[in-house]
């Protein structure tokens, strides 16, 4: 009979031993079966008095030593499944790698080479003008010398707004000047960037949208030879201290005399290259002095004052300096073109 119970006591051990609860609802199983209110030990203390009398006592202690192995056993595995659990939660995670380096920005081949030409200007003491792409007829052609029935209104073929066609998308940054001269008057010394839109067919040498930088200065005195002067000054800050300009005679409504400025090609040295059609120049801008005509549609006195003004666009030079060769890489935005320029300030 004792036998029976100590091989009881035997196989509650085995039990106790062998439990493997793999989550923590097993866990409190095993809390509920072995050490709760109602636990399967209990039972057997009230089996003592079955127990032959000289057993009683070593029947006692196996019986404790049981309850002594359910608490071990309870402890040890509640740390173990803690362990578990927290190792799950950071399962893939390895917290002692290095933290992912952040991508860096990059500067836009467009952004990048108007900055250098606004700060060259603004070292001549040029401010920047800026104003609305979404311009009026007036400020755009008319006030800039371009009536409406005048021929070189064709050369900047028009986006008209359709719900209003006397607003249109600026051609040029022209019309900052002429905001610029209606709301001040003299000295005036401006440079104006900013996108244009031209309707042009795109191309990889044309675009329907593309960069200005146009400079105006306005003041009692100022000559041909102080604009040649400005100019050859940015050529020699933007394309290199031996650069040389020429001008050569053109045709601009708004400014008279006209020049287009070549400045010598800093690709080759001059030496003829695929970017100077093998001439050794590379045309950069339009030039002249302010039509009188400008001066007077804008209140500004012709008598007084003179002035000169000139425009360039900026993709051209951009794509020269970067030595890209098709515009319409300027304006997709793909991710793999433009981190290229990661390194350029
Ligand atoms: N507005 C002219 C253009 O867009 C450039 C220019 C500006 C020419 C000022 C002369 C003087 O083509």
Redesign the pocket.
């Known amino acids: 009979m004792s036998e029976d119970l100590f091989a009881k006591l035997n196989t509650v051990l085995g039990e106790i031993n062998s439990a493997q609860p793999t989550d923590t609802a097993e866990l409190e199983q095993f809390r509920i079966k072995y050490l709760g209110s109602k636990n399967t030990l209990k039972p057997l203390f009230g089996e003592i008095k079955n127990v032959a009398p000289e057993r009683k006592g070593e029947f006692g202690k196996v019986l404790n030593s049981l309850k002594q192995a359910a608490e071990a056993k309870f402890a040890e595995l509640s740390t173990a499944l803690s362990i578990k659990s927290d190792a799950a939660e950071t399962s893939g995670l390895d917290l002692t790698a290095p933290g992912l380096p952040r991508k860096l920005g990059a500067r836009h081949p467009i952004s990048a080479t108007q900055d250098k030409i606004i700060s060259i200007f603004g070292r001549m003491g040029f401010a920047v003008a800026e104003d609305r792409e979404i311009e009026d007829d007036w400020h755009n052609f008319t006030a ?1 010398n371009t009536p409406e029935d005048h021929p070189a209104r064709d ?2 073929d028009t986006f008209y707004l359709r719900d209003n066609p006397n607003n249109l998308l600026r ?4 019309s900052v ?1 002429a905001r610029t001269m209606t709301a001040t008057k003299p000295p005036i010394r401006i440079i104006a960037p900013g996108r ?1 839109y031209r309707n042009e067919t795109i191309s990889a040498r044309a675009h329907c949208q593309f960069h ?1 930088v ?3 200065y306005i003041d009692k005195n100022v000559s041909f030879a102080d604009m040649k002067q400005t100019l050859l000054f940015f050529a020699k800050e933007m394309y290199g201290p031996d650069s040389k300009i020429r001008l050569r005679p053109s045709y ?1 409504p ?2 008279e005399p ?1 020049a287009e400025m070549d400045v010598s090609c800093f690709i080759c040295d001059a030496k003829g290259c695929s970017v100077c059609k093998h001439t050794g120049w590379v045309e950069i ?4 002095m302010v039509d009188p005509e400008v001066l007077k549609n804008c209140d500004i006195d012709p008598e007084v004052y003179t002035g000169f ?5 900026i993709e051209r030079q951009a794509m020269m300096r970067y030595k890209i060769n098709d515009i319409r890489l300027l304006f997709e935005n793909d991710v793999r073109f433009l981190q290229q320029f990661q390194s350029v300030h």
């Open positions: 800039m050369m900047q051609t040029h940054t022209s000047q244009v200005q146009e400079g105006l601009f708004f400014t006209s801008l339009g030039c002249g003004a000139f425009g360039m666009g």
